[in-house]
């Protein structure tokens, strides 16, 4: 049971707006900034939006963050097929002194 | 971008102990930190710990306390995560991952920029 909530899967059809959530608590998402991690199967995770909205160094601005109070979301329009993986959210849980992941959410594009 | 290259995959007996390494090829670690990150097969994303080389500090996840020994030689520029007394249940992907994120060698942050490619080890008898 991971300590960040996130839906199991979630799908789009192409070009389509989708988002992911990440539910947690005060310690957590609302006292941290929320990080998210793209992952296709047998790689390493990549980092897409770091501090909660900040899309990383290379990353699509089709990706975007946000974040009100102890929920967070990754939205990704004009979805496309390599957009189909994995995703992760993470943030720094200050009740447990450590580092908490999301338990992932499968994204299809359909 | 300094590149994390990781040591091979392993295979261990139960109870026994592997220690998996990450080099930053191309550049050192700088003022950065240097965390592990696992995943078991189909499972989700696991943090183990963490260390600044540049200070020498370390952090841990509470459940591997006692069990995980985060290192790092600067000289090599080269980290190193030990996991001791193997069951089953640690067969994993293990990761390493660096943090431009951290004040005066703590990092408490979830943003890591840079990734190894992933080593395997695999616990069996």
């Known amino acids: 049971q991971s300590v960040l909530t996130q839906p199991p899967s979630v799908s789009g059809a192409p070009r389509q707006r989708v988002t992911i959530s990440c539910s947690g608590s005060?310690?957590?998402?609302?006292?941290?900034?929320v990080n998210w991690y793209q992952q296709f199967p047998g790689k390493a995770p990549k980092l897409v939006v770091f501090?909660?909205?900040q899309v990383a160094s290379g990353v699509s601005d089709r990706f975007s963050g946000s974040k009100s109070g102890t929920s967070a979301s990754l939205a990704i329009r004009g979805l496309q097929s390599d957009d189909e993986a994995e995703y992760y959210c993470?943030?720094?849980?200050?009740?447990?002194?450590?580092?908490?992941f999301g338990g992932g959410t499968k994204l299809t594009v359909l | 971008q300094v590149q994390l290259v990781q040591s091979g995959a392993e295979v261990k007996k139960p109870g026994s102990s592997v220690k998996v390494s990450c080099k930053a090829s191309?550049?050192?670690?700088?003022?950065?930190?240097v965390t592990w990150v696992r995943q078991a097969p189909g499972q989700g994303l696991e943090w183990l710990g963490g260390?600044?080389?540049?200070?020498?500090?370390?952090d841990s996840a509470q459940k591997f306390q006692g069990r995980v020994t985060v290192t790092a030689d600067e000289s090599t520029t080269t980290a190193y995560m030990e996991l001791s007394g193997l069951r089953s249940a640690d067969t994993a992907v293990y990761y390493c991952?660096?943090?431009?994120?951290?004040?005066?060698?703590?990092?408490?942050?979830?943003?890591?920029?840079?990734w190894g490619q992933g080593t395997l080890v695999t616990v069996s008898t």
């Open positions: 501090y909660n909205d």
């Open positions: 991952a660096t943090t431009p994120d951290c004040i005066n060698g703590v990092c408490r942050t979830a943003y890591f920029d840079n």
């Open positions: 005060r310690s957590n998402v609302g006292d941290n900034f």
């Open positions: 191309g550049g050192t670690f700088g003022s950065s930190g």
């Open positions: 993470a943030v720094w849980d200050d009740s447990l002194d450590g580092l908490v």
């Open positions: 260390i600044v080389p540049l200070f020498g500090t370390t």
